[in-house]
């Protein structure tokens, strides 16, 4: 089992950032990749983006590519999501999640998802 905390949410003007975070603990070992996805009130969820823990690459979401940056410290289990130019569509709860395989990491199969942290952006 692995649980995941997110933590550094909070409320921006647009064009501000935030870096949330996301502690992984328990059988960590068993993740093959890690994800940020957010659901915003009425609409589905939507991967952000996606880290894959051996050889470190990314993939992004067309609508967050040059403003957010997916990170990982594999010393401290932590996973980040630096977020710039901020705009009023990125607010939602944003979750982080993990996948224990290569086809579930394509998928966007989580196996593991944490309680989400809200982000708000006003104009």
């Known amino acids: 089992q692995v649980q995941l905390v997110e933590s550094g949410g909070g409320s921006v003007q647009a064009g501000g950032s935030l870096r949330l975070s996301c502690a992984a603990f328990g059988y960590t070992v068993s993740i093959y990749c890690m994800h940020w996805f957010r659901q915003a009130p009425g609409k589905e969820r939507v991967g952000v983006a996606t880290?894959?823990?051996?050889?470190?690459?990314?993939v992004y979401a067309d609508s967050v590519k040059g403003r957010f940056t997916i990170s990982q410290d594999n010393a401290k289990n932590t996973l980040y999501l630096q977020m710039n130019s901020l705009k009023p569509e990125d607010t939602a709860m944003y979750y982080c999640?993990?996948?224990?395989?290569?086809?579930?990491?394509?998928?966007?199969?989580?196996?593991?998802w944490g309680r989400g942290t809200q982000v708000t952006v006003s104009s």
């Open positions: 880290i894959y823990t051996d050889s470190g690459g990314t």
């Open positions: 999640a993990a996948s224990s395989n290569p086809a579930r990491c394509a998928a966007y199969d989580y196996n593991y």
